[in-house]
């Protein structure tokens, strides 16, 4: 049976989910976060980087989230939640796919860093820390996700999925760029599109049904 190695408040609730959507049998092998939110040395036993979402199928062992999605399709999806070949909509399919770790989960991994760094300076360091903190923070990291955050608000207004018409697992993948942001990066303040989307997503029963198989899920709050 295909395996989930599921690490606490990270993404591979989107790989619970999309199974979820597919309908496909799985089981989950839970690991829990350690107190500095890394995850634990167990999972470098399943894939040498220790990196959730790992999936194991048929012998095959499968890290990234992409590269998950895109396995389960191919394997499990027959032609659901994937738009046609050689059309407009794949493309924008194919688009969010990889822009969601490649250019939107980015700035929102430097907001959490920048953040978290003052808190666990050391003391006498911590003034410090939070002022050139504070400083990145504002010349780079909030500018970014103000366009970011723009860019998404936009698309949403030409459909009410990022693919297209259709709810697909483009829409799954950027789930966790749009979570994030609501959870740290004030995308309720101006972005009432985007907030629609994860209530759509939220209100999903595959959705739920993978929050119940995952544990609680609160992406950086």
Known sequence: MLTVHHLNNSRSQRV???????DVPYQVVRYQRQPDMRAPAELRAVHPLGKSPVITDNGITTAESGAIVEYLLDTYGEGRLIPPPKTPARLRFTYWLHYAEGSAMPPLLL??????MPKRAPALLRPLVRKVCNQ???ALV???LQQHMAFWESELG?????AGDDFTAAD???SFP????AARAGLEQGHPKAMAFLDRIHARPAYQRALEKGGPYTVGR
């Open 111 to 116: 907001k959490l860093l920048f953040t978290l």
């Open 158 to 162: 030409k459909s009410q999925w990022f």
């Open 178 to 181: 749009l979570e994030a942001a």
């Open 172 to 174: 799954i993948q950027m």
């Open 136 to 138: 990145a923070l504002t």
């Open 142 to 144: 909030n500018p970014q």
């Open 16 to 22: 619970l989910w999309l199974l979820e959507e597919l």
